[in-house]
């Protein structure tokens, strides 16, 4: 029970830690205060863990993740600043890419030789560029949703086998996302500003498949009862296949679409990933065709 009260507690801090320098970046880059009020977002998951300490023991819900969306409420806004101010403001100033292990070494050298750390993190902090910086967000958010499913404790109809199912597809599923918002923003011209809200909208949409578990809703229906009605678990195999289809590869190949046809922009890894979307689309489809015919047969 110890263990699990440290777990929850530790995982929403960290969600709240990362979040906060989500926020003091984007204080930094927008140099206005006024930014830091975006900390409100963090009420809910405060609120959240407190409801869940004391009614549920830090143990997380089946099917969806109170935690991980009131996390994903804090950040996103951020990061969205952080892209806009980006492509309107792509400007060529003096920072340190984090591209080469020397450039790396040169960025933490004020750290590793400064008497003064709080000071020295500071400039390390403010000399990154701006590109790698809103990379590192996106890339720690994504490691953090997946550790952070990892600890939260997990609802006792949970069982491990799905949470190490749910953990895997994660992965895969983080893997294309990240390649999505990296490769696709950096292929869309700077004055296209009104793709850029686009992608970001189906990223934030995208994001919503870490909150919820419905990937391994089937396997858990089947618990319920000795006998389940075939409609009940044919329910369960269909929202999980609409999630990947409409939440995920579906916008994304739209996007990509729109990326190669409207503005001219093909290159290897935009139609690799553009037919592997493609690809998923089709299974789905095929296999929603397959579970509508099972049913009624």
């Not at 403010?126 to 490691?143: F, K, R, T, Y």
């Not at 503005?263 to 979307?277: G, P």
Request: charged share 15%; proline share 3%.
């Amino acid at each position: 029970m110890f263990f699990k009260f440290i777990c929850a507690v530790v995982t929403r801090s960290l969600f709240i830690l990362v979040s906060l320098t989500g926020v003091w970046r984007v204080v930094y880059v927008k140099d206005n205060g006024l930014y830091w009020f975006l900390t409100i977002l963090y009420l809910p998951l405060i609120a959240e863990m407190i409801v869940t300490l004391k009614r549920k023991r830090g143990s997380d819900y089946k099917w969806f993740s109170p935690a991980i969306f009131f996390f994903l409420i804090s950040i996103i806004p951020s990061i969205w600043i952080l892209e806009l101010h980006h492509k309107q403001n792509n400007l060529s100033s003096r920072c340190k890419k984090l591209n080469s292990a020397e450039n790396i070494q040169s960025v933490l050298n004020p750290l590793m030789n400064s008497t003064n750390s709080s000071e020295a993190f500071m400039t390390v902090l403010s000399s990154v560029c701006a590109d790698d910086w809103i990379l590192a967000l996106h890339q720690i958010l994504i490691v953090l949703l997946i550790l952070g499913k990892w600890l939260l404790p997990a609802a006792g109809a949970l069982s491990r086998d799905q949470l190490s199912q749910l953990l895997l597809i994660f992965v895969g599923t983080a893997a294309d996302i990240l390649e999505f918002t990296s490769e696709t923003l950096s292929d869309i011209r700077d004055n296209s500003l009104d793709m850029v809200y686009i992608i970001l909208a189906v990223w934030t949409w995208s994001m919503l498949q870490f909150p919820l578990h419905l990937s391994v809703m089937d396997a858990s229906v089947e618990d319920l009862s000795p006998g389940p009605s075939l409609f009940s678990r044919l329910s369960a195999e269909i929202w999980s296949t609409l999630e990947a289809l409409l939440i995920q590869d579906g916008p994304f190949l739209l996007v990509r679409l729109i990326v190669m046809l409207y503005f001219s922009v093909v290159h290897q890894m935009l139609i690799f990933f553009a037919i592997k979307n493609f690809l998923v689309v089709i299974l789905n489809i095929y296999r929603l065709s397959v579970l509508v015919c099972d049913g009624s047969s």
